[in-house]
């Protein structure tokens, strides 16, 4: 089968998880025999990022990059034909080629891009956020989850005091994106990472009608990890305080919460105990400013080997995303690697609690809770327990909707 998978985050010269979902889907596509190529973005030398990726296949630069500003944010509102034209664009794009392949399969940003692609073409997207309603994509604000619905509500999202005139244009751009979505879902099939996604976007528009949607959980490719790892020590049976190391893993940004966390663990760190953080973001000066010491160490963004070597030698994983996940591909790879791994009870986190042997993903209300259960344990013997989450099993689910097989 030829495949053409589709996303606007790549290439980069740092992939996030995103990114790095698409092409562990397009490397073990042409593992199965099927022949794929990924088409992005235009914006960036794919030959510099090569290594970052790691993809097997081709690549097409099938769009420029999409822009995000359109000063939005100086103006204060979200613009109305800002998002309609970036899907536009896309799709112009996907059917410049679409005529070389059997399915195209998108993973974006921009899920009205569905509604520009002819029915007749097999045609399917993967949503991987809150996106589907949320114009920010993530339904976080001001330091906490957001339950609102109205489109007006949208406003103060981009404005701290938008006023009338702001307030009904972000209305009509959060309006217009929602009908072309519940469009768009109409017209080709569409995959949530979670069930959560799933539900949260009935939630917000119940009139939509999702005839066409499915529930594929992210994945990893299990293969990897322990091809990654298999120099590493054997799982550990025992730890003690002097011995416990604290894997974090995410973008240092307000909704994944390590600043919180760490500003709770620094007067209740145990004498002998190291957390390890890698990732970078916007927050990485004010935070590492904070928090770099003997105990702390950010070692900023590394190749995902690295990273995934790092989790392995891990006492324990923490996962403090204050936002909802969709479906968090950390807390997978600590699961398959049998760690101990602390998180949030909220978005489509606890239906990975599968993935794992009883008791080891550990989910809590708050980061407080978390971190008090944290700091007053020792023991954290590694497991190895619950379903599969290989890339296979996914693999499986999806070349059945790839040809068509869509009950």
């Known amino acids: 089968m030829k495949i053409l998978l589709v996303c606007e985050d790549l290439p980069g010269k740092m992939v996030g998880g995103l990114g790095k979902h698409v092409v562990t889907l397009g490397n073990a596509l042409m593992a199965a025999g099927n022949e794929v190529t990924l088409m992005g973005h235009s914006g960036v030398d794919y030959e510099q990022c090569k290594a970052e990726m790691g993809f097997k296949g081709s690549f097409i630069a099938g769009f420029p990059h999409l822009i995000k500003g359109w000063k939005e944010k100086s103006l204060g509102f979200f613009n109305p034909m800002k998002r309609p034209y970036f899907a536009k664009l896309l799709a112009k794009g996907i059917l410049e080629h679409e005529g070389q392949f059997d399915v195209i399969h998108y993973h974006g940003h921009l899920p009205m891009v569905a509604r520009h692609i002819p029915k007749e073409v097999n045609f399917l997207q993967t949503r991987h956020d809150q996106g589907s309603d949320c114009i920010t994509h993530v339904r976080f604000k001001a330091g906490q989850v957001c339950t609102e619905r109205s489109a007006s509500a949208c406003a103060t999202c981009i404005h701290p ?113 190291h957390v390890d953080i890698y990732g970078d973001g916007p927050l990485m000066p004010a935070i590492k400013a904070k928090h770099s010491s003997k105990a702390v160490t950010f070692h900023g963004h590394r190749l995902y080997d690295e990273t995934i070597a790092a989790t392995s030698k891990a006492t324990v994983v923490v996962v403090p995303s204050v936002c909802e996940e969709s479906c968090g591909t950390v807390i997978l790879e600590a699961l398959r690697l049998g760690k101990i791994c602390y998180a949030l009870g909220r978005g489509g986190t606890p239906e990975l609690v599968r993935y794992g042997a009883t008791g080891q993903l550990r989910l809590f209300d708050n980061l407080e809770s978390l971190v008090s259960d944290l700091t007053s344990t020792t023991n954290f013997t590694d497991q190895v327990g619950g379903e599969s989450a290989d890339v296979q099993a996914a693999i499986n689910q999806l070349t059945a909707l790839y040809s068509g097989k869509r009950s």
Not at 190 to 196: A, L, N, P, Q
């Open 161 to 273: 005091a938008p006023g009338a005139i702001r307030t009904r244009l972000s209305s009509i751009a959060v309006e217009r994106y929602r009908r072309e979505v519940v469009a768009a879902f109409q017209q080709h099939p569409v995959i949530f990472v979670s069930d959560f996604l799933r539900k949260n976007f009935i939630k917000i528009i119940p009139t939509a009608h999702l005839n066409k949607a499915h529930v594929i959980h992210n994945f990893v490719d299990e293969a990897r990890l322990h091809a990654v790892c298999q120099t590493d020590a054997p799982p550990q049976t025992s730890t003690t305080s002097s011995s416990i190391r604290v894997h974090i893993t995410g973008r240092l940004d307000e909704a994944k919460g390590i600043a919180p966390l760490l500003d709770l663990m620094e007067q209740r760190l145990p004498i002998g105990w």
